[in-house]
């Protein structure tokens, strides 16, 4: 049984769903400069959701969801049928809950804090800035943070030096037992069909 002071919720901002996850302390924090965290932020924040930052915080909590409120006010979506990503939408005011990849290895999920409410531990300190050749000054400020900056990680090279930060390795790995709920990736199938929206990459208007 999983002790009721290491968990935390995770509310959309209107208070229809919420999830509560097993360990509330995340295991790694990244800011993203990558077009499609923009996009599918963006993308929500037209729907009503908060307006997003140009680098937003990534913060990844382990995929165990030990409760699920209002499922019928989640839903599932990809910006493209050839996306990676898929993110769980409260439909009524596209807050972001949770994002699945296949890198996180069912392991942990991502979540914005700043387009959701999370009673979580968010103290971790900065890792890493990720995927920066999506992103300019012409966006927003420059990384004033003394961390690793990595362009891309699509060459191996670049990819093994991010995956061997110790606390990206920590987390993107194959999980050391089976959840005590559910897993992120299981809630998305458990919501039916993934919606495609079908954006062209980029597309901010």
Known sequence: MTDQNQKALIECQCGKCALTIADKAATLF????????????????????????????????????VDVAGKAYMKAYKLRSTGKSTRIYCSQCYSVLGVDHPTYQNNVFLNFPDHCTNHGILSRALSAYLSMSD???????????????????????????????????????????????????A???????????????????
């Open 30 to 65: 990244l800011r993203c400069g990558c077009v499609d965290c923009r996009q599918a932020l963006w993308w929500g924040h037209k729907h009503g959701g908060a307006e997003p930052e140009p680098l937003p915080r990534l913060f990844y909590l382990r995929s165990d969801i």
């Open 135 to 185: 992103y300019s000054a012409a966006i927003g400020p420059l990384p004033t943070e003394d961390v690793p900056l990595f362009v891309s990680t699509d060459s191996a090279p670049e990819r093994q030096r991010f995956l061997a930060l110790p606390d990206v390795a920590n987390s993107f790995k194959e999980p050391s037992g089976p959840p005590s709920g559910m897993t992120l990736a």
């Open 187 to 205: 809630l998305i199938e458990s919501l039916g069909a993934v919606t495609i929206l079908n954006l062209a990459k980029g597309d901010m208007g």
